[in-house]
């Protein structure tokens, strides 16, 4: 049983291997490793599988080899045809190869065209491929040309992003790959070419841009001012107080004048883009965007505006000289503003507003130390006004920009108290100059269009100076209606200043009454009082300017009337200021009047000067002296000049002379250089003092009661009394008693003119021939003498 399992399986082994399906390797494996000896027992079932095999294969050639030997024949019967037909099929081949070879040639050019076709239509797609990259470098290069810098920019890019990576395989790509960059590094610099050229522009042409700027802010204003002025004459039109009236036609002129002008310059008034061609800010700005560089461009433009700032803001030397001056360096910084306000608004970030409120801040300290420095070299009101105009415009026109400029109307009032300044010094010439024209005489009327002339200019009232007759006289002078026009003048001059400052009516109302006060007070009261010291001006002139002050102190209420229909403030308004006028022209009027009294005592003193006494004569001449009765007719000539003054000025005058006169009579009789006064001397002395004692009596002045006036020689008329009656001993046993009759001579007086007339008598021996009488005498004047040195050496120790 087991020989027949190996048997079969050494079948299916030798079946598989005819069966030819490799590997074989497993089932050769399988028979080696089945039993020992297989090998062997294998080898024998395959030879033997062999033989069969090859009996096989005898057989079937055994059976085959007639059909084999059938075909050697057939094959060898047609060699013949066959050997005829390589022939005929050689030549065949031969002609067929003659014929083709045209074919081939034509073939082949066929070929070549195929393929030159196909390149050109290779050609022709890539060339469409780069034709629009051409076109695109083309049109770069006629930007380049036209100078259309950022539309050339975007052109780059295009050509960057879209373009160049279709054809970047081609060196020609490459090469305008490769020059790119220097184009845009030329577009760079032209741009930025084109920037300084703009910059220097705008340098050259800021003060025309800054004019235009302030023209057009002006412009805008002078409607609404014209229309306040417009109301302001209606209101005040016809509107007189004490024949004060505001000058309306003046102002109509004016508003007409502005009006027409407003009209005439309406068409001109160009903008700031009329003058300034901003492009090439706006296509730098473009251009270092696109490149990315923006931030250089806006530190460089900052960076060069800065230093031109800087320039403007340095102002010329002379600039104080002219008005032209302050024009062209308020019209450089407006236009310098003014181009970076554009720039704020029509760029995004080039400069900001905190940039332009810094550059600004700095250049508003930088002008107002400017105009600080320099108006304080200007002298002349006019040109102080104009700068104050000049600064009210511009900073309106950069207000209306968006600028802060309330520091510049805080230095307005600065400048508005130099303003007044130059305006006092001013009308200090002026009132000097009215006062040296002046005739310090009533003005004289010979008719009534004289009268009204006069009263339209002074606000003067006097009934009874209404009734009388012409011809007749105001009792003020010509330079008091002067004066107060001047006075006016100068209010409107300060009223000018106030114009425009965005102040209320009551803050102008208090300038100006400030400003009047300082003219008052300050400018008219000095030149008053310089007036009034001076050697020329003499009694008569004096007299007329006490007049002259009583007039216009009386004339203060109406410019305070004044001002009120310029401000419509009403005096009774709690803050209102009141005018100083009454104590600036009591004050003159007092300095007058001791000026008078002072030229007065210098006039008696001159003729006092001129008294010619011999002090040794025995006799008198029996009439005063020659000097006094010329000077009792000048005092009576003076006080009569003085009935126009008023009564208590007079009175003290009048008073203050005779008491001068009194101590100068009473002086020369105590001079140290008089020596000798003999009684011929005293009694001619008397005589001389009894016409003083006279005119005194005469009342040269009225109002003074009783014998006030003659008090004045009462000290004197007791000295001359005592040495007249010779009544020494009254004298001497009534001394220092209330009811004396000497009370007022002093013992040292009484001794010093008692020893003068003692020497006389001793060198002359008056009493010579009458020897008892002349021993008798020159006892007593020796035993008087004795007694009052006494009495003054009592007086010196006691006190």
Known sequence: MLEEETDQTYENVLAEIQSFELPIEATLRSVYDDQPNAHKKFMEKLDACIRNHDKEIEKMCNFHHQGFVDAITELLKVRTDAEKLKVQVTDTNRRFQDAGKEVIVHTEDIIRCRIQQRNITTVVEKLQLCLPVLEMYSKLKEQMSAKRYYSALKTMEQLENVYFPWVSQYRFCQLMIENLPKLREDIKEISMSDLKDFLESIRKHSDKIGETAMKQAQHQKTFNVSLQKKNKMKFGKNMYINHDRIPEERSETVLKHSLEEEDENEEEVLTVQDLVDFSPVYRCLHIYSVLGDEETFENYYRKQRKKQARLVLQPQSNMHETVDGYRRYFTQIVGFFVVEDHILHVTQGLVTRAYTDELWNMALSKIIAVLRAHSSYCTDPDLVLELKNLIVIFADTLQGYGFPVNRLFDLLFEIRDQYNETLLKKWAGVFRDIFEEDNYSPIPIVNEEEYKIVISKFPFQDPDLEKQSFPKKFPMSQSVPHIYIQVKEFIYASLKFSESLHRSSTEIDDMLRKSTNLLLTRTLSSCLLNLIRKPHIGLTELVQIIINTTHLEQACKYLEDFITNITNISQETVHTTRLYGLSTFKDARHAAEGEIYTKLNQKIDEFVQLADYDWTMSEPDGRASGYLMDLINFLRSIFQVFTHLPGKVAQTACMS???????????????????????????????????????????????????????????????????????????????????????????????????????????????????????????????????????????????
């Open 657 to 799: 002379a005779c008491q001068h006169l009194s101590t100068s009579l009473t002086q020369m009789l105590l001079d140290s250089e008089l020596k000798q006064i003999s009684m011929g001397a005293v009694q001619q002395f008397n005589l001389d003092v009894i016409q003083c004692e006279l005119f005194a009596s005469s009342e040269p002045v009225p109002g003074f009661q009783g014998d006030t006036l003659q008090l004045a020689f009462i000290d004197l008329r007791q000295l001359l009394d005592l040495f007249m009656v010779w009544d020494w001993s009254t004298y001497l046993a009534d001394y220092g008693q209330p009811a004396s009759k000497y009370l007022r001579v002093n013992p040292n007086t009484a001794l010093t003119l008692l020893e003068k007339m003692k020497d006389t008598s001793k060198k002359n021996n008056i009493f010579a021939q009458f020897r008892k009488n002349d021993r008798d005498k020159q006892k007593l004047i020796e035993t008087v003498v004795k007694q009052l040195r006494s009495l003054v050496n009592g007086m010196s120790q006691h006190a």
